[in-house]
C-alpha cells in the first residue's frame, strides 16, 4: 500500500514536469533521493518511463482533433475522407523523430545518460538551460513570430526543432519541451504554435521511448507481480489525470505569459539539486 502511494506521488509530479519546462528528469531524480519503492532497479527504471505513458494519452485525447487524419466525406462541400492538413502534420512530426531515432539506434542517449544522468549533470542542465530560456524570451521580446499556425510550420524546420529535442536526450535535466519549445521561439515559430507541436511530437517520442524500456525490461528475463502491475497502472492514470489539467493550463497560459518564470524556476531548482548532491549525497 505504502508502495500505491508512492506511486501517485511519482504521478503528480510526472505529470505535472513532463509538460512544464522544468525537466521532468531533474525532479524525479531529487524525489527518487527521498523516497524510494520496495521494488528491484529494472523495475524502477521501467517505472519511471512507462508512467509516461499516462502523459502521451493526455496529449492525445487533448489535441485528438489536430492529429485525427480522417473526416466524414461529403462530396457536396468537396470533402475527402483525409485531412490534407493533418496528414502534412503527421508527417512533419514524423520528420521532427529522425534525429531522435538516429540518436537512439546509435546508442549515443545511453553514453550520455552514463556520463550525465547524474546529481551534479542534472543540475548543470537545469542551471544552464534555465539561463538560456530567460535569455531567449528577452531575445524574443523584440520580434515578431513568422510561423503563427501549425499549418505554417515547414518540413526544414520540423527537423531544425527535431534537433532541438536531442538536446533533452544528450544531456538529463535539460526537459524535452523546454528544449522544442525554445527551439522553435529561436526559428520564428509564436509561442502557441511551438508549445502545439511540442505537445504532439511527445506522442511518438515518448510512447517510443516507453515501449523500448518495456522491451529491454522483458529481454532480461524479468516478470512483474500483482503489486508491480498495479504499481504501474496507479502511476500511469495518476499521470494522466494530472498531465490532462497541466497542458490546459499550460495553452492558457502561454497566451498571456512568457516562459522566464520557468527559466527562474529552473535556476532555483538547479541550485537546489547541485548543493544537496555535493553536501549530502
Keep these: 500500500m505504502l508502495d500505491i502511494l508512492k506511486a501517485i506521488l511519482f504521478g503528480i509530479v510526472e505529470g505535472i514536469t513532463e509538460w512544464l519546462p522544468v525537466s521532468s528528469t531533474g525532479h524525479l531524480i531529487l524525489l527518487e533521493e527521498f523516497i524510494k519503492m520496495d521494488v528491484s532497479k529494472e523495475f524502477w527504471n521501467l517505472f519511471l518511463v512507462v508512467i509516461q505513458l499516462g502523459a502521451i494519452l493526455a496529449s492525445v485525447i487533448l489535441f485528438w482533433n489536430k492529429i485525427w487524419p480522417f473526416q466524414k466525406p461529403n462530396k457536396a462541400e468537396g470533402k475527402s475522407i483525409f485531412k490534407v492538413d493533418t496528414w502534412m502534420l503527421l508527417f512533419k512530426v514524423g520528420v521532427a523523430c529522425i534525429p531522435g531515432v538516429i540518436f537512439a539506434v546509435l546508442g549515443v542517449d545511453d ?93 511518438p517520442a515518448m510512447l517510443g521511448a516507453s515501449l523500448l524500456e518495456l522491451k529491454d525490461y522483458l529481454e532480461l528475463g524479468m ?56 553536501l549530502f549525497a
Design 111 to 203: 553514453i550520455c545518460d552514463k556520463y550525465f544522468y547524474n546529481g551534479v549533470g542534472v543540475a548543470l542542465a537545469l542551471i544552464i538551460f534555465g539561463v538560456i530560456f530567460i535569455l531567449v524570451e528577452n531575445w524574443n521580446k523584440k520580434r515578431t513570430a513568422k510561423y503563427n499556425d501549425l499549418a505554417d510550420l515547414t518540413f526544414q524546420l520540423a527537423i531544425y526543432i527535431g534537433l532541438f529535442q536531442l538536446l533533452a536526450a544528450a544531456f538529463p535535466g535539460t526537459s524535452r519541451s523546454g528544449a522544442t519549445i525554445i527551439g522553435a521561439l529561436v526559428l520564428g515559430v509564436s509561442r502557441t504554435a511551438a508549445s502545439e507541436f511540442t505537445f504532439i511530437l511527445a506522442i
Design 223 to 278: 516478470t512483474m507481480g500483482g503489486t508491480e502491475i498495479a504499481i504501474l497502472l496507479v502511476g500511469v492514470i495518476v499521470s494522466f489525470i494530472v498531465s490532462v489539467v497541466v497542458i490546459k493550463f499550460l495553452m492558457g497560459y502561454i497566451k498571456k505569459h512568457d516562459f522566464k518564470v520557468f527559466g527562474w524556476y529552473r535556476i532555483v531548482l538547479g541550485v537546489i539539486v547541485f548543493l544537496y548532491f555535493a
